[in-house]
Structures are given as C-alpha cells and as structure tokens.
C-alpha cells in the first residue's frame, strides 16, 4: 500500500470548517483512499472514502486533487466532539483489510 | 444493528501466561482483522480472517495466533505473554476483504502484563 504523510496536529475553533490534508504521492490507481478516526481509547471509526471523485456523505467530504497524490478531508463545522486522532489511508482493492496506520493528524477543536 | 463486540474490555495478565480474546463481528460480516495499538507503535497488524481462513498475517511471533469459526466470530490468542503485550487489542470486521469495503472497528480490549 502506498505511504500516507500527515501533519501530526491541528487546531480548529469550533463551528469553523477543519481541513485535514494527507499527501499519498505514491498512490496507484486501484487504491482507494480512506480515512478514519479514533477518539481517546476507543475503536478507530470509518469516516469516509473515495477513489477519484470528490465524495461527501454526514460526517464530512473528500477532496481528491485530480492526480490523486494528495486528499483533504473537511469537517465542515467542527465540533468539540471531533476531537480526535484522524488517520488517512490507502488500500489496495484485493489486498484485504491489512490497512497500514501511520501517525495520523491530532485535531484538536477548541472553544 | 450492533456493532462490532470485543470481550473481555479490560484484562490483567502475569508474564508467561496466555489469553484469549473473542471478537463478534457485525451480523452478515465475514471478515474479521486484528491489530494490535501501543503508543510506541501505533495501530499494527496482527492478522485477517475470512470464512474461517487467514488470508493475511502481520509481523508478529508465533505466540500471536487465531482462529475464526463458522459463525465468523473469530478469537486471538497470545502465549507466554511478555510485558511488551501490553496493549490495546482492536478487532475490526467487514463483509469482505475487498479495498472497497469499509472496516467497522470494536472498541478493543485493553490488556495490561503485570
């Protein structure tokens, strides 16, 4: 799987859209990219993920630039509930569910 | 529908003992993956499983092991723990193992070698 770079923290004032950028210049063009998070001692949870196109669904949108080598992920009004650890992955289509977590960007939403 | 259950939540082991942790995925999911978290590590890979086969396996020794059963709840166990066990044991489950399918993830079990 391609290797995901993220910053390692972020702020955002709540109610303000957070933007969250990966860059994954290796990308091949069967991987999809995805990105989780996890708040404190819990289960990472799904957020979101696309393939090409820009995506959006309940939680947040995708943007995908049109080379695919880097995504951003919008929260677009932030709450203190979104603080979390936000991870950006790359997966294979037949390569399973061996996901590869790298550091992933520590969002930090403050009054 | 429930989501991806882990029992026991916490655990309290002594070096050279052995634990086994179980994993009920959600209902119609098929694919049941491990990983194990640390702070030093991060989120790691122990293996996957799917309809009762392991398709893939992380890096870890041969004391790290698991089984899935027909039912597709799946356990792991490790033997002869060492205090670099201590960690969070996640299970996550999926309908298949495609790229495409998103991995529901339980809140883990957190096991701690005394």
């Known amino acids: 799987d391609a290797k995901t770079t993220q910053p390692p923290s972020m702020d955002c004032a709540e109610g303000r859209a957070a933007n969250l950028p990966c860059n994954h210049s290796?990308?091949?063009?069967?991987?999809?990219v995805y990105w989780y998070r996890q708040i404190h001692s819990q289960g990472p949870q799904y957020i979101i993920h696309?393939?090409?196109n820009n995506e959006t669904n309940e939680m947040a949108s995708l943007i995908i630039t049109e080379d695919r080598k880097s995504s951003t992920l919008i929260l677009p009004h932030a709450t203190l509930r979104d603080t979390a650890v936000y991870y950006c992955?790359?997966?294979?289509?037949?390569?399973?569910?061996?996901?590869?977590f790298g550091g992933g960007t520590r969002l930090m939403v403050k009054p | 529908k429930a989501g991806v259950t882990q029992t026991p939540r916490y655990l309290i082991k002594t070096r050279g003992q052995q634990v086994t942790l179980s994993c009920s995925p959600i209902?119609?999911?098929?694919?049941v993956s491990w990983y194990q978290q640390t702070p030093g590590q991060g989120l790691q890979f122990l293996f996957e499983?799917?309809?009762?086969?392991?398709?893939n396996k992380g890096n870890f020794p041969g004391r790290f092991s698991g089984r899935q059963f027909s039912n597709s709840r799946s356990e792991m166990n490790v033997s002869t723990l060492e205090l670099g066990d201590s960690a969070l044991y996640l299970c996550?489950?999926?309908?298949?193992?495609?790229?495409?399918?998103?991995?529901?993830f339980g809140s883990g079990t957190q096991l701690s070698v005394l």
């Open positions: 996550a489950s999926s309908l298949a193992f495609r790229g495409r399918e998103k991995l529901f």
């Open positions: 290796t990308i091949s063009g069967n991987e999809y």
């Open positions: 696309g393939l090409k």
């Open positions: 992955i790359v997966r294979v289509d037949d390569a399973g569910n061996m996901l590869t």
């Open positions: 209902s119609g999911h098929r694919s």
């Open positions: 499983y799917f309809s009762e086969t392991q398709r």
